[in-house]
């Protein structure tokens, strides 16, 4: 049975997310997407408030709040930016947190403090030119010489690649996949000019050319061959972070229209009297409570460690597409000046898009929930 509210503690840490994305981060939020950069003083502010390391433990300079706390910063930082919740999940959720679940305690000891605390940032490069579904076809490889590993190749699409400092990379070696830790700087690996992209505009996103790159030989995620693992461990947390996201950009949507509705007049009288409105209004609302419900009950159970990757995946594919969905009914409230960049909307249409694609697209969402229910003969009930 699902029993869940959030404690004290998680409530104080909601509070001062929104204090911090109402006073400070949303009059910021569409000079970040004309700019296509978010300010360092933001960054800056972002680690100084612990955001960085909300969802790691003590011991690695984290606050504990897990990862039901991690969604709830999401959540309410991409109410006023989804730019920044794109860079902050980069960051978190798959660059920090592929250390975190796969690497050994020297490993963690060595850079989960700089990353925790946002001195450092970092990146998780995955995916390659013919390797985007299909994440096992990576083509980057890795050998062994001597104390170093070798790594040549390329990845593509890669969130903080311009910026970060450290990256969680994936290439091949002669026992599969593997994970590596490589730093900015390192000789012949070099971040490509960021991408000119339709929407998370200031999110910066890059390839990552590595060209006879050596890294120490502890510098390994886990185990050789066993990276695969854990990248889709950490995709799984990922997926959730994401969901968060989504979520505060489909409240901030509601909010939005709304208040657009009860203001707006036509036929002398408010647009927000008119059936028509209001449907959109209340299917807006129902998709909200159906994804909130979804997105913490998830991660109470990634927290509890009892989450099966087919709940990840389900809150991705809903959550993702219900924001789409959200923001063009957003948009139909407001008609034509919704179009317009005078107002938000126009701007939360573009940054929804990507929600279906990244993190694993939506169809590949399908293939994990059906290739699970059919092992599981139908039966996938969560006590």
């Not at 000046?337 to 929600?355: H, L």
């Amino acid at each position: 049975m699902f029993d869940f509210k959030f404690t004290e503690e998680q409530n104080m840490l909601r509070d001062m997310v929104k204090d911090f994305a109402n006073n400070e981060l949303r009059p910021l939020a569409a000079k970040i997407d004309e700019e296509e950069a978010i300010p360092p003083e933001i960054i800056k502010k972002i680690a100084e408030l612990g955001l960085f390391g909300a969802a790691f433990p003590v011991e690695y300079g984290g606050s504990g709040f897990g990862e039901v706390g991690y969604c709830l910063v999401q959540e309410n930082i991409s109410r006023a930016c989804m730019s920044t919740a794109t860079m902050i999940g980069a960051h978190v959720s798959i660059g920090t947190n592929t250390i975190f679940l796969g690497g050994s305690e020297e490993l963690k000891q060595k850079y989960m403090p700089q990353l925790t605390s946002g001195e450092k940032i970092a990146a998780f490069a995955l995916t390659e030119q013919g390797a985007g579904s299909d994440a096992f076809n990576l083509k980057t490889k890795a050998e062994l010489d001597g104390d170093h590993w070798v790594i040549n190749g390329e990845k593509l699409w890669i969130t903080n690649g311009p910026f970060a400092d450290i990256f969680s990379v994936f290439a091949r070696t002669k026992r599969g996949i593997t994970g590596f830790v490589v730093e900015k700087g390192t000789p012949g690996f070099t971040p490509g000019a960021p991408e000119k992209k339709m929407g998370i505009r200031g999110s910066k996103t890059s390839s990552l050319t590595f060209d006879n790159v050596r890294i120490p030989k502890e510098n390994i995620i886990g185990q050789d061959g066993k990276g695969f693992l854990v990248a889709m461990h950490t995709l799984d947390a990922g997926r959730l972070g994401l969901g968060a996201a989504a979520l505060g950009g489909m409240k901030e949507l509601l909010e939005l229209s709304t208040k657009y509705a009860r203001e707006r007049k036509q036929f002398d009288e408010p647009i927000s009297n008119f059936q028509a409105v209001q449907f959109m209004l209340a299917d807006m609302a129902t998709m909200i409570y159906e994804g909130e419900s979804l997105v913490y009950r998830t991660a109470n159970d990634y927290d509890n460690k009892t989450m099966h990757p087919r709940q990840a995946a389900i809150v991705k594919l809903v959550l993702s597409e219900h924001l789409s969905k959200c923001a063009d009914l957003a948009m139909q409230v407001y008609g034509g000046m919704g179009f317009s960049r005078e107002v938000p909307i126009e701007r939360f249409y573009r940054d929804a898009r990507i929600n279906r694609i990244f993190e694993g697209t939506n169809e590949i969402q399908k293939m994990i929930i059906a290739r699970d229910v059919i092992k599981r003969k139908g039966n996938i009930e969560i006590m």
